[in-house]
Structures are given as C-alpha cells and as structure tokens.
C-alpha cells in the first residue's frame, strides 16, 4: 500500500493557511481543512453535541438544532476556561478523523502522492509526530492583523511564536506577497515532495 507523503500547514492566525491549502489542492494534492473536519463533527457526531451543551448551555444550539459554530465562538471568547474545554474535546477527534480519511487515501487504488491539511495548533498540541513534513506560513503581525480585518483576541498569546515555527518546519514561507507568489512557491514544494523536476 502506498500512502500519500502527509504534510501539516501551520502558521498565526491571517498568515494565509488556508491560502496555501488550496494551492496545494491546485497543484494535486489531497486536502483537507481543520475547520471541514471541526463542521463535519458538529453537524453529525450526537456525544460532541452533548458534551457542548453540557458544558455550554443550549443557547449554543442554531435554528436546526445542532451546535452552532458562531454561537460557540461568541461563548467561548472571553472565557479561557470554556476554550480549553472545547479545544480538548475536539483536537483529538480532529486528529482521529484526519488519520481516518488519511488511510482511505491510502486505501485509494491510485492513491495521490500527497496529502495535506492545516493544523493551527500543530506543535502547540504536540501534533507534528503525525506528519512527514511541515510547512509553516509565515507574516508579520501588522499584516495579518489586517487580513483579519484588525480583529484581536487573546489566542496570540497561547501560541508558539512564528520564529519557533519555522526553526522545526520543513518548509517556511513569509507570505507578505501575492496569492500568485505563494502558489509559485506551493508548486515547488509540490516538486520538491513528488521528485518531479
């Protein structure tokens, strides 16, 4: 069985992840995001729900009854607490739902060669054993603070800095260009990881 070269994309919050993830899909890996698998679970997994509720308060629910992630959001903001709470939760059934949909890659009887997904807390959660390789997406603060459209919060100050990231990634990219730069450079990382020329 051949299994797909599994890489992590991490980096701040605006660095441009998500960005980099569907250059990756244009240059022919699989992918899959965080937030796709963290939607998945909210809207199917019945325990997930309940454990939210119990801990939340139903007003987390939306019109059609499942867990709402803006509701969620708004609850667990200014709560740290509530925060951890829901990071411990649904990391570890992120993770297991990624290794899942990885080997059904695998499993793929012409699987692709590479497969990526981003991983916001990849070194914070001690994640980076699972991949093969990591790219870490880089910007300055003033930057993505304005991608982000000035908003702040608290999540900063919890994170590994950016510096750190890229010591222990394979691959580093300081994304204070254009869309078409960083595709460039997705392209030859997609040729340094498939041995293409």
């Not at 899959?32 to 987390?60: N, Q, Y």
């Not at 608290?154 to 890229?166: F, G, H, T, V, Y």
Request: proline residues 5%; charged residues 30%.
């Amino acid at each position: 069985m051949s299994r797909p070269i599994a890489v992590a994309i991490t980096g701040g919050i605006g660095a441009g992840k998500s960005t980099a993830l569907a250059s990756f899909r244009r240059h022919g890996a699989a992918t899959v995001s965080s937030d796709e698998i963290v939607h998945h679970l909210l809207a199917t997994d019945p325990e997930v729900k309940e454990k939210l509720v119990e801990r939340l308060g139903e007003e987390i629910l939306g019109e059609d009854g499942a867990p709402d992630r803006e509701r969620i959001a708004i609850r667990v903001f200014k709560d740290r607490d509530a925060l951890d709470f829901l990071e411990k939760l649904l990391h570890p059934l992120v993770s297991r739902e990624y290794m899942t949909w990885r080997e059904q890659l695998a499993a793929l009887p012409d699987p692709p060669a590479v497969c990526v997904t981003e991983v916001p807390l990849l070194y914070e959660v001690g994640a980076e054993t699972r991949f093969d390789k990591v790219v870490v997406v880089t910007a300055p603060s003033k930057v993505r603070e304005a991608r982000r459209g000035g908003w702040q919060d608290d999540r900063e100050s919890r994170l590994i800095s950016d510096r750190e990231k890229a010591k222990r990634g394979d691959f580093t990219y300081v994304n204070t260009g254009t869309p078409d730069e960083l595709d460039s450079w997705v392209a030859g990382v997609m040729a340094t990881l498939t041995g293409a020329s």
